[in-house]
């Protein structure tokens, strides 16, 4: 649905506002997609991990390691199609430096949030964490830089862009699309595109 709400907006110039609220999208559907998902079925685990950890059939280290090692190829794969279509559909430039960054990004972003989601999901239950994780997360959106520019917060809050993972996330992807001396960017729907030139961005 993303990609026919943002076809082709990556390469116009006139709708560079619209390939970042794109951008911001995809990274609050991989927070989000994969944060819910582990929130939601880490808790119905819980009762058979506290008993097999409290049989020292294994350490809570290895539980971890092999839960992320599991779900680390479904977590590319899907990350992969996901990628790939949005990327194709809303006609970002079309060079392998550009999407290996971009799939990169997603994918790191993926894996912060699964770890998230197991945090969460680790101390609260179904109920308390399906609400606590939005609700955890919205700090750390504000901090990204999408409502309120990282230039225009106060002094005593710029902390919080810091420790946002979501921020970092965002900046890769702006760069990964429109840094790294990006060509200049179409201008056809629009007489005039003040973001067409790279500078500009």
Known sequence: MLGFL??????????????????????????????????????TEMGVILKEHFNRWYTLKCYYLSVSIIDLPLSVFCCLIFTVIIYLMSGQPMEWFRFGMFFTISLLIVLIAQSLGLTIGAWFNVVNGTFLGPVLT????????????????????????????????????????????????????KPYCHYRFREGV
């Open 6 to 43: 943002f076809i082709d907006a990556g390469n116009e110039g006139s709708r560079v506002l619209d390939n970042y609220n794109l951008l911001f999208s995809i990274l609050m559907h991989h927070m989000m997609a994969t944060m819910m998902l582990t929130v939601l079925t880490f808790p």
């Open 138 to 189: 919205i700090p750390m959106m504000m901090f990204a830089g999408f409502g309120v520019t990282l230039r225009d917060l106060p002094s005593y809050l710029k902390w919080g862009s810091h420790i946002s993972y979501l921020r970092y996330g965002l900046e890769g992807y702006v760069n990964a699309i429109y840094g790294e001396n990006r060509e200049t960017l179409d201008c056809e729907l």
